[in-house]
């Protein structure tokens, strides 16, 4: 199991832009497929996008593509999230996942496919 921490939320303004970050305990991040995922207030979790371990393949919700960039630092142990021309639409609790495969290039989207979340961090998009 490993443990997740992301960090980077807030509040920011319509258009505005922030970064999120997730950091694994694991000794490896690599064999790691990873995915962010986000949660309304009254809505079910939703996917917004993944990661393969290498990073070579993503994948993005329709309603995030063109505005949201996934990627990761295996050095690091992080994935980010970086977020542009955010919408109020987008205020959630974002949360990352981690997925251990043996594969490179899959991609996971959906949260019964994930082993372990983090706590999650608060993005709220004002008007």
């Known amino acids: 199991q490993v443990q997740l921490v992301e960090s980077g939320g807030g509040l920011v303004q319509a258009g505005g832009s922030l970064r999120l970050s997730c950091a694994a305990s694991?000794?490896?991040?690599?064999?790691?497929?990873m995915g962010w995922f986000r949660q309304a207030p009254g809505k079910e979790r939703e996917f917004v996008a993944a990661?393969?371990?290498?990073?070579?393949?993503?994948e993005y919700a329709d309603s995030v593509k063109g505005r949201f960039t996934i990627s990761r630092d295996n050095a690091k142990k992080t994935m980010y999230l970086q977020m542009i021309s955010l919408k109020p639409e987008d205020t959630a609790v974002y949360y990352c996942?981690?997925?251990?495969?043996?594969?490179?290039?899959?991609?996971?989207?959906?949260?019964?496919?994930?082993?372990?979340w983090g706590q999650g961090t608060r993005v709220t998009v004002s008007t």
């Open positions: 996942a981690a997925k251990v495969t043996l594969t490179n290039n899959v991609v996971f989207t959906t949260t019964m496919q994930y082993n372990d």
């Open positions: 990661i393969s371990w290498s990073g070579s393949d993503t």
């Open positions: 694991e000794r490896t991040f690599i064999g790691y497929a």
